[in-house]
T-cell receptor
Framework: ETGVTQSPTHLIKTRGQQVTLRCSSQ?????VSWYQQALGQGPQFIFQ???????GRGNFPPRFSGLQFPNYSSELNVNALELDDSALYLC??????????????FGEGSWLTVV | DQQVKQNSPSLSVQEGRISILNCDYT??????FLWYKKYPAEGPTFLIS???IKDKNEDGRFTVFLNKSAKHLSLHIVPSQPGDSAVYFC????????????WGLGTSLAVNP
């Protein structure tokens, strides 16, 4: 596989709750990006972390937040869940921030259902 | 063990010609396949998908062919344009089961003017 692992694979949350999704990067990769993909749509960029700092963000509200740890693993936190947050959340790791041409490795995704 | 394989890391074609990107899979439970395009420093863009009940799906210059017996799919871009230069990812999952999305490692396409 790609070396990028995400957990949990599936989860169901209730509207208003909070959720934390986790991602372990490919070994040695210092950059991690998170994407939201609603069913039938393409992935939407949420944010990117490079060496523990956020260095890019898409059009998502502040209740979407993240962390990158010294070992370059990462978390995506979503507060005050809404029904429209139901989606596949993808994590991708690469080396070197925004350097063009880097190989990007995607995880298998976490399916979130908000009821 | 890679369940979705894109065996060509890179491909170079001339503008106006056909680009053919290949993807092989090993899991016969996959029933939905997607292609994404990704430019440097941007998120991936969904291109086209195909369900296992079909063997072809066409959207403008992009056509995806699925050969279930060979566990093989391909993306055809005709005619190729310089703006098509990007990394293309193949992905697959089982829509009715655990829906785990499995990605290939991508093919970098360069379309030369």
């Amino acid at each position: 596989e790609t070396g990028v692992t995400q957990s949990p694979t599936h989860l169901i949350k209730t509207r208003g709750q909070q959720v934390t999704l986790r991602c372990s990067s490919q070994s040695g990769h210092n950059t991690v990006s998170w994407y939201q993909q609603a069913l039938g749509q393409g992935p939407q960029f949420i944010f990117q972390y490079y060496r523990e700092e956020e260095n890019g963000r898409g059009n998502f509200p502040p209740r979407f937040s993240g962390l990158q740890f010294p070992n370059y693993s990462s978390e995506l936190n979503v507060n005050a869940l809404e029904l429209d947050d139901s989606a596949l959340y993808l994590c991708a790791s690469s080396l070197g921030g925004r350097r063009p041409g880097n190989t990007i490795y995607f995880g298998e995704g976490s399916w979130l259902t908000v009821v | 063990d890679q369940q979705v394989k894109q065996n060509s890391p890179s491909l170079s074609v001339q503008e106006g010609r056909i680009s053919i990107l290949n993807c092989d899979y090993t899991n016969s439970m996959f029933d939905y396949f997607l292609w994404y395009k990704k430019y440097p420093a941007e998120g991936p863009t969904f291109l086209i998908s195909i369900s296992s009940i079909k063997d072809k799906n066409e959207d403008g210059r992009f056509t995806v062919f699925l050969n279930k017996s060979a566990k093989h799919l391909s993306l055809h871009i005709v005619p190729s344009q310089p703006g098509d230069s990007a990394v293309y990812f193949c992905a697959a999952f089982n829509a009715g089961n655990n829906r785990k999305l499995i990605w290939g490692l991508g093919t970098s396409l360069a379309v030369n003017p």
